[in-house]
């Protein structure tokens, strides 16, 4: 019973490459999302889905990509890093049925660019 | 547009009570959600509230004003576990984002 987990938990990479974090959950939510938290700012919502095949943007969505083949999995690809993209990125899942639409994050994936 | 306001830090000694306000401003409100999030760790769910009211759940309790566009969560007796931080969040009807505020910072003294 996994739940929801991320990787990889940590990734340093330099300006410019192309990253991409993993998020997995076993419930079979249909809602999952990808935060990004700074200091500060608490956590800010980058792209978010309904279902698989189905995505849309959030706050702050310039510069990353996502993609929902699958119900489990929702990568967040950084296509061209930069250096305001460190941060610590959490994704999350919510299967909306409950009154109190509930999100369960997973670990989160620190990532820093150089 | 929506925006939260919680205050950055509370510190607070062991056994004490701590109050954490939320005041909000978003169109089509439907509830007011809590979450913790001990350092390094992620958040996890603590409380909800879509009606007026105090709804407890253990030494933690919230509570919300819809007219008042106002809620709180209550810390009670409080331990050196509670020290993290605590982001109020806001739903709204027809949507299943949440909109998650700054964040408060609670340190717990001995």
């Known amino acids: 019973d ?16 192309q990253v ?3 998020c997995h959950q076993t419930w079979s939510h249909s809602y999952m999302f990808w935060y990004r938290q700074d200091l500060g700012h608490g956590l800010r919502l980058i792209y978010y889905s309904a279902a698989a095949d189905i995505t849309d943007k ?20 950084l296509e061209s890093a930069t250096r305001s ?10 299967d909306h049925q409950t009154a109190t639409d ?7 994936t620190r990532l820093t660019v150089l | 547009g929506q925006s939260l306001e919680q205050p950055s830090e509370v ?10 306000n939320c005041t ?22 603590l ?24 809620g709180y969560l209550l810390l009670q007796e409080l331990q050196m576990k509670d020290s993290a931080s605590y982001f109020c969040a806001v739903s709204r009807a027809n949507d299943y984002k949440l909109s998650f505020g700054a964040g408060t910072t609670v340190t717990v003294r001995a």
């Open chain 1, 102 to 108: 509930t999100q369960y994050f997973g670990p989160g």
């Open chain 1, 2 to 17: 996994a739940g929801i987990t991320q990787s990889p938990r940590y990734k340093i990479t330099e300006t410019g490459r």
């Open chain 2, 47 to 70: 409380s909800y509230n879509a009606l007026d009211g105090l709804e407890e759940t253990g030494r933690f309790s919230s509570f919300l004003s819809r007219s008042d566009s106002y």
């Open chain 2, 24 to 45: 909000y401003q978003t169109s089509g409100f439907y509830g007011l959600s809590w979450y913790q999030q001990h350092d390094g760790g992620a958040p996890t769910f």
């Open chain 2, 11 to 20: 510190t607070a000694v062991e056994g004490a009570i701590v109050q954490i």
């Open chain 1, 85 to 94: 993209q460190t941060s610590v990125y959490f994704c999350a899942s919510s």
């Open chain 1, 58 to 77: 959030g706050e702050v969505p310039d510069g990353y990509v996502v993609s929902r083949s699958k119900t489990e999995n929702f990568p967040l690809t």
């Open chain 1, 20 to 22: 991409t974090l993993m």
